[in-house]
C-alpha cells in the first residue's frame, strides 16, 4: 500500500476465491481498475502471499515463486455500510473481475479475523529473502549427493538445519564416516536414485 492511499472507514479483510493459477490476474486487475472504478475509497489492498522455494531438477537448483494459498486472494475493502448491508459497485467489481470464482462466504461474506490476516503478514515477514527448500529431510534418512566433490556417494544424515538450508552427512570414504555439510539441493533422497 502506498503512503497517499489510507485504509477506507469500515474496511476489512476478505478472502476471494479464484481460479487455480489466476490468483496474480485477479490481483494485478483489481490493482490496476479500481482507480479507473473510482473504488480507491472502498479498497484499500490487495494479497497475494508467496514465498521462494528452491527446486531441484537434474541437479540445476533453481528458485521459484510458490503461492501460500493457492485459489485465494486477500482483499482489504469496505464491503458494508452503516446498516451492513452489501455495497452494491465494490462487490459486483471484485465479484465480476476476471479469474474470481467468487467471495468466501457467497454473497453475505464474513469478514476475515485481523490475528487471521496478522498470521498470514508475519509468515510472509519470516520468509522475505529467504529460501524455502521444497523438499524436507529427517535425521537417519538415507541420501545421495548429487553435487560437489562427493558426487554419487551415499551418506546419512546427521543434523538438519532448515534455517540455513544445510545438511550434516556422515559419509563413507575408504571404511571411514566421515561427516560433511552439504545444502539441501546438493542431495536427494537415496529411495528416488
Given at each position: 500500500m502506498s503512503a497517499q492511499t489510507s485504509t477506507p472507514t469500515g474496511a476489512q479483510w476478505f478472502a476471494l476465491h479464484t481460479l487455480s493459477g489466476q490468483e496474480n490476474k485477479v490481483r494485478t486487475y483489481i490493482e490496476k481498475f479500481k482507480k479507473a472504478e473510482e473504488l480507491d475509497d472502498?479498497?484499500?489492498?490487495?494479497l497475494l502471499p508467496t514465498e521462494i522455494v528452491s527446486v531441484v531438477k537434474g541437479g540445476k537448483k533453481s528458485t521459484k515463486v510458490r503461492k501460500l494459498y493457492p485459489g485465494y486472494v486477500f482483499i482489504n475493502l469496505r464491503l458494508y455500510d452503516e446498516e451492513k448491508k452489501v455495497i452494491i459497485k465494490p462487490f459486483y467489481f471484485v465479484k465480476d473481475a476476471g479469474g474470481v470464482i467468487g467471495f468466501v462466504g457467497g454473497d453475505h461474506p464474513a469478514a476475515l479475523r485481523q490475528t487471521e490476516i496478522d498470521e498470514i503478514k508475519a509468515r510472509l515477514e519470516a520468509a522475505t529473502g529467504k529460501e524455502i527448500p521444497?523438499?524436507?529431510f529427517d535425521v537417519g534418512e538415507e541420501v545421495k549427493i548429487t553435487d560437489g566433490p562427493f558426487l554419487n556417494l551415499n551418506g546419512r544424515i546427521d543434523e538438519v538445519d532448515p534455517a540455513r538450508g544445510k545438511l550434516?552427512?556422515?559419509?563413507s570414504i575408504f571404511g571411514r564416516f566421515t561427516p560433511v555439510e552439504l545444502e539441501y539441493w546438493q542431495v536427494q533422497r537415496a529411495s528416488e536414485s
Open positions: 472502498y479498497i484499500a489492498e490487495v521444497k523438499v524436507t550434516k552427512i556422515s559419509v
